[in-house]
């Protein structure tokens, strides 16, 4: 429960930072306040994270980049848990040919590393919006939910209670949508959770490598490429976003360990 508590209290605070970020972000993200003499400054009183190479507020884009972040994730994974979890139930509960045919495609996408497929995809891209990167990675990211959900819904379809509905003549879509879909709904639930900071690292590492959100939005992944230049003389560029980086993955690992703990007493 501990890491439920910890990791949900960490989540909070940055949704609401995030949601917030108009209004606690003392400049605009894309303001140049003044290329001379704020050019790389450090932590001070006027800014607190210091300035960037372009002398713009770093909190105010860290805060900023936190809603592009979490907004991509999220949306991304909700899409992500919606295919997946289609194509799960129509496997799981079907079964027979169209288990197999469905649980053999989703094989082959995951032969294939989703970072080379999402690097390609975003190099045939000219300008990536927010809105098309939420549809890539959420159209990548879905073949582990589909195994899990399959997983579920076939364990869940040998319990007593579903063979006594059929048994009974229940449609099969009522017994889904009434039996079935709440008692998996737990694993998805984690699976989800830790799939948001995975997610968030995802566009971060695209943005570093500049395939990413385009400058100038203040993703954090383009925060750190810009600060690599002068990690030496300015490190705090870098550590503005590593930091939130960080602290955002740790607090959807905690969140999703503590969920899995509490959903499920038996696990490890």
């Not at 300035?51 to 949306?75: K, N």
Request: glycine share 10%; charged share 10%.
């Amino acid at each position: 429960m501990t890491r439920l508590r910890v990791g949900l209290v960490f989540v909070l605070a940055l949704v609401v930072l995030a949601l917030l970020a108009p209004l606690l972000a003392p400049h605009p993200p894309h303001l140049q306040l003044d290329l001379a003499a704020l050019r790389a400054a450090p932590p001070s009183a006027a800014h607190p994270l210091g300035t960037d190479l372009f002398s713009r507020d770093l909190l105010s884009r860290v805060l900023h980049g936190a809603r592009i972040s979490l907004a991509i994730a999220g949306l991304a994974v909700v899409m992500a848990v919606l295919l997946g979890g289609t194509v799960g139930i129509l496997s799981g509960w079907l079964g027979g040919a169209v288990d197999a045919v469905l649980m053999r495609a989703v094989d082959a996408a995951m032969a294939i590393p989703r970072l080379f497929v999402v690097l390609v995809v975003l190099a045939l891209w000219e300008h990536v919006t927010v809105p098309a990167m939420i549809v890539i990675l959420g159209a990548t990211g879905w073949f582990g939910i589909s195994r899990l959900v399959r997983a579920e819904v076939r364990n869940a379809r040998a319990r007593g209670w579903v063979v006594a509905a059929r048994a009974a003549g229940v449609p099969g879509p009522r017994i889904v949508l009434r039996h079935v879909l709440p008692n998996i709904a737990g694993p998805v639930i984690v699976a989800a959770t830790m799939g948001i900071g995975q997610v968030v690292l995802l566009e971060a590492g695209l943005s570093y490598l500049g395939v990413g959100i385009p400058q100038p939005a203040p993703s954090w992944g383009s925060i750190i490429a810009d600060g690599q230049a002068v990690l030496r003389t300015a490190p705090w560029i870098v550590a503005s976003a590593g930091g939130a980086l960080v602290a955002t993955v740790l607090a959807f690992t905690l969140l999703g360990d503590g969920l899995r703990a509490w959903l499920d007493p038996r696990a490890p």
